[in-house]
């Protein structure tokens, strides 16, 4: 059984930084790519940032890049999501998820485990 729980969220003003975690319980935590996601309200869930199982390859949405940064520590079973100069438009709420198709990173039905979110606010 693999359980992801995310953390991390808050309210930040425009500018401000957070980083948001994701535990993951369960085996082979390393042998798997991860990702995060965001869902706004009344939107679709859409790509943030992509990590494959070693952490030597990431990718990210046009939206965040050089903005956010993904991470894995896999000895602590953890993923990370830093992210810096936050604006209103990055409101929503952030989940982590487990992949085993780094190619189809980008596509949220690809991802067989996701924890339960953090909620992300950001005031202007």
């Known amino acids: 059984q693999v359980q992801l729980v995310e953390s991390g969220g808050g309210l930040v003003q425009a500018g401000g930084s957070l980083r948001l975690s994701c535990a993951a319980s369960g085996r082979r935590f390393n042998s798997y790519p991860m990702g995060w996601f965001r869902q706004a309200p009344g939107k679709e869930r859409e790509f943030v940032a992509g990590?494959?199982?070693?952490?030597?390859?990431?990718d990210y949405a046009d939206s965040v890049k050089g903005r956010f940064t993904i991470s894995r520590d896999n000895a602590k079973n953890t993923l990370y999501l830093q992210m810096n100069r936050l604006n209103p438009e990055d409101t929503a709420v952030y989940y982590c998820g487990r992949t085993s198709d780094y190619n189809n990173r980008r596509t949220y039905t690809r991802y067989d485990y996701w924890g339960q979110g953090t909620q992300v606010t950001v005031s202007s």
């Open positions: 990590i494959n199982w070693s952490g030597y390859n990431t």
